[in-house]
């Protein structure tokens, strides 16, 4: 995105990318046919739950002024406008936690007031987004959106993981009053007796936990053993929706043996019920001249605050919905979706529902499951297209070429799009180099050399579907759940619970921040692990100290930052802090790392270093080596046992009579497949000239040594047993 304050430029730029392929957002999602109904569902869950739960909160908070019914019309409107006429389809809105805070405290506060009371609320509220949207339509026309390109990955990953920890903490917050006594309900119950209590807490853990588990379980069916193909495929599109009507089925097994309300259920009025607002919440423009003029000006504090909550969250759910590791084709458009953000929250203040707005993880989530969608389609024709080259006995330059034209007809190239060619860029280096070595260039293909159903999926880079389709059905979707509110009702408010922390667990992959984390906690002795499987490429070129210091900063600055979100009123105002990071950012974090470092930990987009199997030994000051000292524990994870009875190796390999008897005797000609060109390397996956033994995980007296192979090496060619380090 141009960096531009000329007024209106921004917004004409993003007008201008966005039309040139508009056409083919929606040409897009057509061509995907039934399969964009996986992302779709998927999303659809991800956002009415939480919606639904903000509105009983709400009706809590503002005594059945504002329902469920609002937040899920006003997600629903505003999320079928923007699949529309927004700019970034990826975007997904919704009434999100700051909204319903700032709503609790403008209630608190109108009914305490003589001149307001609960009988003007809305109508106050409705000139609070009129100055609303008046600040952001000011703040899209000077470009105040071009500040986002100065909000790293240390800004985006820290708020993104602070969201994870909020909806996580919704869900510990509600088991908890799964053993209390809700505000609604009669004390004098039999189901909110003690032991009753008790017992609905017991079944609400079960009820949250199982579905939590199996949502994630779930989500990573297509690598299970079990089962065929598309059974596999149809259980990781559509599980979590699954698990949530097999656990709100599993809910009412015990029904009978029970009291009513046990377990407790969603609660939200009929949108036809007078508990949903009634006619005069839908016509509060006609009592908005009835306001006082003094609050009608006093109405400019709130609304400022709810600008700046706005302006942030829209424009970070949509940078983390377009993170570089994506490889989007399609142009943002930060100005222009500000805008019409604005002309939302006027039409929602107009008809007295809570205003929508760019949602976390939601965004990210829609992207993540839409790269899903592009990776299946992909796969589907290159490996049928390959399949076909084989039958024809072509040779490995047939085979790329037959691959590389099926992978372009994929692709619908816009003038400001990377050349499709670059996206098998590496099946043609590897292809042209295992030919050149082994000799088969002109020899026919089969399924030694090229395993198709496995070495697609390792050539296949990170794209998106890009289209509008998914986000138009997910929003009517959600309009939908207004009229199947007596059905809604039927959903646990425990599985509700569990999925919130699905939310914030599925959240986490993909988080460095998350990843270093980790890290911190990996005992000394097992870091080399680390390398073992694909990894963050700091972790080869960053010292662990200054990983280690870099880390507890951003942990200090995510812990005060979730601190303020305790704080009544103010804790609305986390955003701030996080935009505080731009200059901490620019300014104080280069005084204390280099700035190479700080290159890579804070790294636009995502890279990983192939994995690297390595023998570990210790060096003395003396030069004398020592073997690390392993405790029964780690003795005990290198091996398992078998229903037998017998101990065996986890990692012992299977020697056959037809297994060499030496390394050296290995030769490159024996059944030489794509998938083991790892001397191929993605380039952003290893940088020339950096060692791992160098790095973070390479500290004083440590000396890797890379095990010996009958592979090329991961980084370079070296004799066997030699050290990796230079």
């Known amino acids: 995105m141009e960096e531009t304050f000329v007024p209106f430029r921004g917004i004409k730029n993003d007008l201008k990318g966005r039309l040139l392929c508009y056409k083919q957002d929606w040409t897009g999602g057509l061509r995907a046919g039934i399969r964009i109904l996986a992302p779709t569902t998927y ?52 009434v999100a936690e700051p909204t319903v805070l700032m709503y609790t405290f403008m209630f608190n506060f109108a009914k305490d007031q003589k001149d307001l009371g609960e009988k003007l609320f809305l109508a106050w509220t409705g000139w609070v987004c009129v100055w609303t949207a008046l600040l952001l339509f000011l703040l899209s026309v000077l470009g105040a959106c071009s500040i986002i390109n100065r909000f790293t990955r240390l800004a985006g990953e820290l708020f993104g993981l602070l969201i994870a920890m909020l909806f996580m903490q919704q869900a510990i917050r509600g088991l908890v009053e799964e053993f209390g006594i809700p505000q609604r309900e009669n004390p004098g119950q039999v189901a909110l007796q003690s032991s009753w209590r008790f017992g609905n807490g017991m079944f609400a853990l079960v009820l949250s936990f199982g579905l ?25 599109d559509y599980g979590v929706p699954l698990m949530v009507l097999v656990w709100t089925a599993v809910s009412y097994a015990p029904v009978h043996d029970v ?51 706005y302006y942030f969250d829209h424009s970070v759910a949509s940078q983390l919905a377009q993170q570089k590791e994506f490889n989007l084709k399609k142009p943002a458009s930060y100005h222009y979706d500000l805008l019409l953000l604005g002309f939302l929250v006027i039409f929602c203040g107009l ?67 990377i050349p499709p060619s670059l996206g098998l860029k590496e099946l043609k280096e590897s292809t042209i180099q295992l030919a050149s070595r082994t000799g088969y260039i002109d020899a026919p293909v089969d399924e030694t050399v090229f395993d198709v159903d ?39 408010t425990s599985v509700l ?50 990983i280690a210091i870099f880390t507890l900063f951003q942990t200090t ?83 398992i046992t078998r229903s037998r009875g017998e101990i065996r190796h986890v990692h012992s390999p299977r020697i056959t009579s037809s297994t060499p008897g030496s390394v050296e005797d290995m030769k490159p000609a024996y059944s030489p497949r794509v998938s083991q060109r790892t001397y191929s390397p993605r380039p952003n996956d290893l940088k020339t000239g950096r060692s791992p033994g160098a790095g973070g995980m390479g500290g004083k007296g440590l000396e890797i040594k890379q095990t010996p192979s009958p592979r090329p090496s991961l980084l370079g060619q070296t004799t066997p047993g030699g050290s990796s380090s230079t």
């Open 497 to 546: 619970w569990g999925y919130f922390a699905f939310m914030a667990i599925e959240n986490l992959p993909g988080n460095q921040f998350w990843e270093r984390i980790l890290l911190l906690f990996t005992a000394p002795s097992r870091r080399y692990k680390v390398l073992e499987e694909y990894h963050a490429s700091f972790v080869e070129t960053v010292p662990f100290k200054a």
């Open 43 to 94: 999303i659809f869950f991800a956002s009415a739950i939480p919606v639904i739960s903000f509105g009983e909160q709400l009706q809590r908070n503002t005594d059945g002024t504002l329902t469920a019914v609002q937040t899920l019309i006003s997600t629903s409107i505003c999320g079928i406008i923007h699949s529309i006429v927004g700019g970034q389809p990826l975007l997904i809105l919704g």
């Open 351 to 417: 008809i007295g529902i809570p205003p929508s707005n760019g949602v976390i993880p939601q965004s990210p989530m829609h992207t993540k499951s839409l790269a899903t969608l592009k990776h299946q389609l992909l796969r589907n024709k290159l490996v049928s297209t390959a399949r076909k080259s084989i039958s024809k006995n072509s040779n490995l330059g047939q085979l790329y070429n037959s691959m590389q034209e099926a992978y372009n007809e994929m692709q619908t190239p816009l003038v400001y799009q």
């Open 557 to 639: 600055y995510l812990l005060a930052c979730f601190g303020i979100t305790w704080i009544p009123i103010a804790g609305v105002l986390f955003p701030l802090l996080i935009m505080l990071l731009v200059p901490v950012r620019q300014y104080l974090l280069p005084k204390f790392f280099k700035a190479a470092h700080l290159q890579d930990l804070d790294a636009a987009e995502y890279e990983e270093s192939p994995a690297i199997t390595y023998n570990i030994s210790f060096e003395d000051q003396d030069g004398q080596q020592r073997t690390p000292r392993l405790d029964s524990g780690e003795i005990l994870d290198e091996i």
């Open 259 to 309: 009291p009513k309300g046990i377990p407790r259920r969603l609660f939200s009025p009929d949108p036809w019920s007078p508990g949903a607002g009634g006619y005069s919440n839908w016509t509060v423009i006609k009592e908005m001249s009835s306001v006082p003029p003094l609050y009608i000006v006093g109405a400019f504090i709130p609304a400022t605050m709810i600008a700046v909550l």
């Open 212 to 236: 939590l588990f199996t949502a994630l379980r779930s989500r990573k069916a297509r690598s299970w053993r079990y089962g065929t193909g598309w059974l596999r495929g149809f259980i990781a």
């Open 454 to 492: 496995k070495d697609v999926d390792d050539l296949l880079p990170i794209e998106v579907k890009e289209q509008r389709l998914s986000n138009l059905l997910q929003a009517l979707m959600v309009g939908g759940c207004v009229a199947a509110m007596p059905l809604l009702r039927k959903i646990p």
